[in-house]
């Protein structure tokens, strides 16, 4: 069984002691997750240390960067390094936003960098891919999610990719209360697992995470949740209100 991952996109949003009281929220109530089953939190970077300190001990969840810069160190004034991260203990970052490719041009090839860069430092990527909405309504999305898997990770090795995290998320679906239905979520995700397979082998591709985003919530994740190739979600505005993101993270399969 794949590892299921329920995992919150804060973006740019609470003070440090909104944080604090809402992970208190999340760990305040005991949760039955298995073996298989992985809770990330995506938080702004001054905070990154705090949570660790909150889950310290707490099994199976952890914290990760929403972003890191291409290169080890030097002269990048504002960035922060896949090096820094690894220094203070993360173990994930979130790689490809579609935020991050709107509002601060990354492109496949930048992404690719920041994969490699965040391997070296044992950073384990939450890569997200997906399409704007005119490229759904040309109807040629299945092409533009495989270029962008394409040119950001197919350079890596079969044992780099073997349980790689990649999130879906439709850049029409984000923020925008629109969530995909479960069809077009499962054939996305049926199509990612495919195009992996064809690149590497149905092994590989089985052992990939594949996280739907855009709009999961509380009244939806557990349909969602329950698609075959859906193994999780990718929560943004929903995973700032605990009981909202406690019923994602027990709608796991
Ligand atoms: P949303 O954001 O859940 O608010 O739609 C998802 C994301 O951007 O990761």
């Known amino acids: 069984m794949r590892t299921q991952i329920a995992a919150a996109n804060w973006k740019m949003n609470l003070a440090l002691s909104e944080a604090e009281a809402l992970v208190d929220q999340l760990i305040a109530v005991p949760h039955q997750l298995n073996n298989n089953q992985l809770v990330i939190l995506a938080v702004p970077f001054p905070y990154l240390i705090a949570v660790q300190n909150k889950i310290a001990g707490k099994k199976n969840i952890f914290v990760a960067a929403q972003n890191c810069y291409t290169k080890k160190s030097g002269a990048f004034t504002g960035e922060v390094s896949a090096a820094m991260l690894q220094s203070i203990g993360v173990e994930y970052v979130v790689l490809g936003h579609s935020e991050r490719r709107e509002y601060f041009k990354e492109d496949n090839s930048l992404l690719a960098d920041k994969v490699n860069i965040a391997l070296e430092h044992n950073l384990k990527p939450v890569f997200c891919c997906g399409e704007p909405l005119a ?119």
């Open 135 to 253: 490229v759904r309504e040309a109807g040629t999305q299945d092409k533009y999610v495989e270029t962008q898997l394409q040119e950001s990770l197919f350079h890596l090795s079969e044992h780099e990719i073997t349980g790689f995290i990649i999130a879906y998320e439709p850049i029409w679906a984000i923020g925008t209360g629109k969530t995909a239905t479960n069809q077009q979520a499962q054939d996305m995700h049926a199509n990612i697992r495919s195009v992996i397979a064809g690149k590497y082998s149905v092994t590989v591709a089985d052992s990939i995470s594949i996280l739907y985003g855009g709009s999961v919530k509380a009244s939806n994740a557990k349909e969602i949740f329950s698609m075959t190739d859906v193994d999780g979600g990718l929560v943004g505005g929903a995973s700032l209100i605990a009981d909202e993101f406690i019923t994602i993270m027990n709608s796991l399969k």
